[in-house]
């Protein structure tokens, strides 16, 4: 089985732009879809983003995805920071045999 | 709009198993193309992938729980189970289901239950 890692915590100002790494273990970044899931406390997830690079309706273009091949890694950029975007972000991806792996999360602080 | 509830037991004794229902509303378990999820997240620590279903029946799960896990389908209730088995302090955890979408493979939750292992 793959591992996702995302680094344990990120911080920045408001108004800053971060971004949120998700390295994949083995297994191309390119091949399986990349998703990520938004966290507030108390609250089940939500979708920010599914196809590496895809906002669902509903979800700011202040957020956006990527994926880069020679670091076999993912990554969620959120531009303007809010306050309101402390939380705890997740990457996603699956293998060829259907299973799906979660990156172990990574807390944003907006101070 | 889709609702998801869970309901079971939040309470479970070690080396018993665990069995949780959720609740279909908004949509039915039978429709195609859908996977049918549980999702749990310990106490202060991330998510972890339980398994899926499909209205099939194919069922795919965690390597690392696989042999404990079983998930079904009732079409007739329109609710989809988790069982657990020989349960653990470690099995301790807020359980999600969840359904596939138009954009992700857990576009809808439901809102969690907390399940304690404990004598």
């Known amino acids: 089985n793959f591992m996702l890692t995302q680094p344990h915590s990120v911080s920045e100002s408001p108004g800053k732009t971060v971004t949120i790494s998700c390295t994949r273990s083995s297994g191309s970044i390119a091949n399986f879809f990349v998703q990520w899931y938004q966290q507030r406390p108390g609250s089940a997830p939500t979708t920010l983003m599914y196809?590496?690079?895809?906002?669902p309706s509903g979800v700011p273009d202040r957020f956006s995805g990527s994926i880069d091949s020679s670091s076999n890694s993912a990554s969620l950029t959120i531009s303007g920071l809010k306050t309101e975007d402390e939380a705890d972000y997740y990457c996603?991806?699956?293998?060829?045999?259907?299973?799906?792996?979660f990156g172990g999360g990574t807390k944003l602080t907006v101070l | 709009q889709l609702q998801l509830q869970e309901s079971g037991s939040g309470l479970v004794k070690p080396s018993e198993t665990l069995s949780l229902t959720c609740a279909v509303s908004?949509?039915?378990?039978?429709?195609?193309?859908?996977?049918w999820s549980w999702i749990r997240q310990p106490p202060g620590k991330g998510l972890e992938w339980i398994g899926y279903?499909?209205?099939?029946?194919?069922?795919y799960s965690n390597p690392s729980l696989k042999s404990r896990v079983a998930i079904s389908v009732d079409r007739a209730k329109n609710q989809f189970s988790l069982g657990l088995t020989s349960v653990t302090a470690a099995d301790t955890a807020v359980y999600y289901c969840?359904?596939?979408?138009?954009?992700?493979?857990?576009?809808?939750w439901g809102q969690g239950i907390l399940v304690t292992v404990l004598s």
């Open positions: 969840a359904r596939s979408g138009r954009y992700s493979l857990f576009d809808d």
């Open positions: 196809d590496h690079d895809q906002r």
């Open positions: 908004g949509g039915s378990v039978r429709s195609s193309g859908y996977s």
């Open positions: 996603l991806s699956y293998d060829s045999s259907n299973q799906v792996v």
């Open positions: 279903i499909y209205r099939s029946g194919d069922t």
